[in-house]
Structure formats: C-alpha cells, structure tokens
C-alpha cells in the first residue's frame, strides 16, 4: 500500500474492513500500520462474516478505537453501517448506527446500499453536518443530486473494476472469433 500512496497525490481511503481485528484492542495496530503506510484515511465495518452485524455497543467500541489511533495521524475516519447490503432494509437502525458512530468520534458515516433520495435527506439530517458517503447506483441519483442531499462524499465501490473486467473479457471473445 505504501507504493500506491507514494505513486500519487490524490489523499488515499483504504477499505479496512473490520481493521483486521476481532479484537478492539489491536485495531489501533492496524490504524498506525495504515498511517505509516500514507494513508489519509479509513473505513471500518460493522459487520463480521463469522458473526454477522456487530451489536451496537461493540461497534461503537470499534468505531471509537480507530478514532483514538487515526488522531494520532489526523486519519479520517469513515464508520460504515453494512446492515443494508446485508439484507436488513431498516432505516431507524441504519440512522440510529449510524448517529452512535458520530457520537463514537468518526468523521465520515457511510451506509452502503442507500440509495433512496428521501433515506439518504433523512440521513445527512440525522447526522447534523458530519460527511456523508454514498454509493453510487446504477439508475440511483446522479452526484449533483446526491450533492443537492448534502452528500459529502461518494464511492463508487468496484463499479470501475467491474467495467474494466468486462471490456477485457469482451475484447478476449472478440479475439477468439
């Protein structure tokens, strides 16, 4: 990763997942090793594939702890609620997750898989002025209409990768005749 932030300018958000770390103790470990590396910042996930959706305490307790280590580094810190990817179509708990994570310390709050105009409004509402991530959706609102939400920042997952590869895989059967 050091060669990726060394090969550009562009400040570089890394996925972090859960920090690599069941424990809240050795997420800090994983927060200083991404900083050392030239990182301007971090996601971190609520959810575990072995356990599922993190009950809140414990996210929270997750959320604070890579708070604590990025301020060490001026990381930001992007606290990301997965429970809509992971099937549950809940709002109140997706605000409420997502609220407790600002509370937590976290600079940026992102809910993949928002993509309502009214949830994300009730969002950036609920979390007062903090930034606001969203991904971008195949036939969901454009940038100037997420900006027009007050969407702070937004991704665009591996939708990028995802074109490329399909190029690349119709360019070979192309070639194949």
């Known amino acids: 990763m050091a060669a990726i932030c060394e090969a550009t300018t562009i400040p570089l958000n890394v996925d972090a ?45 997750r959320v604070a702890a890579a708070v604590a280590a990025a301020s ?15 099937g549950i179509d809940d ?11 600002a509370d937590a310390g976290a600079h940026c709050v992102y809910a993949p898989g928002l993509h309502r105009p009214d949830d994300i409004a009730a969002v950036v509402q609920a979390v007062d002025g903090l930034a606001v991530n969203v991904l971008l959706w195949p036939n969901g609102p454009t940038i100037p209409e997420l900006a027009e939400l007050g969407v702070r920042r937004v991704s665009v997952g591996g939708s990028l990768a995802n074109a490329a590869y399909t190029a690349a895989m119709n360019a070979a059967a192309a070639l194949q005749g």
């Open 17 to 61: 997942e859960r920090c690599f770390s069941e424990s809240v103790s050795g997420i800090g470990d994983t927060v200083r090793m991404l900083a050392d590396s030239g990182a301007a910042g971090l996601s971190i996930e609520d959810w575990s594939p072995e356990t599922g959706i993190d009950p809140l305490p414990q996210a929270a307790q």
């Open 91 to 101: 709002l109140d708990d997706t605000i409420a997750r997502l609220t407790t994570y």
């Open 72 to 86: 060490e580094s001026g990381m930001v810190v992007t606290a990301r609620a997965e429970n809509l990817l992971r």
